[in-house]
């Protein structure tokens, strides 16, 4: 079983940075995809960022250009740096794995961090 731990969340001004981390531990195996998705208060789970085991990316286009994921692969771990940051990007921010098994493709969640921009 794979389990996956965020950290850096917080409170933060309008223009200012936060950098997110997530640590996958566990049965680790063929993890293809890691990223991030967001949810803010009475809204569905959006896609932030996502990154391939190769170091392919994609962003949303809210965030092109001020958010950037790199992920160390020998640790396991997928990054999350936050720049330029706007209270729209208010909301709990979802790690994400996809896994590759026998059979198809397991989808791994994270517990959540909250991310607060003030303006």
């Known amino acids: 079983q794979v389990q996956l731990v965020e950290s850096g969340g917080g409170l933060v001004q309008a223009g200012g940075t936060l950098r997110l981390s997530c640590a996958a531990s566990?049965?680790?195996?063929?993890?293809?995809?890691m990223g991030w998705y967001r949810q803010a208060p009475g809204k569905q789970r959006d896609l932030v960022a996502t990154?391939?085991?190769?170091?392919?990316?994609n962003y949303a286009d809210s965030v092109k250009g001020r958010f950037t994921i790199s992920r160390d692969n020998p640790k396991n771990t997928v990054y999350l740096q936050m720049n330029s940051l706007k209270p729209e990007d208010t909301a709990v921010y979802y790690c994400?794995?996809?896994?590759?098994?026998?059979?198809?493709?397991?989808?791994?969640w994270g517990q959540g961090t909250q991310v607060t921009v003030s303006s």
């Open positions: 566990g049965s680790i195996f063929n993890i293809a995809l």
């Open positions: 994400n794995a996809v896994q590759v098994v026998l059979g198809g493709l397991n989808h791994l």
């Open positions: 990154i391939s085991s190769g170091g392919s990316t």
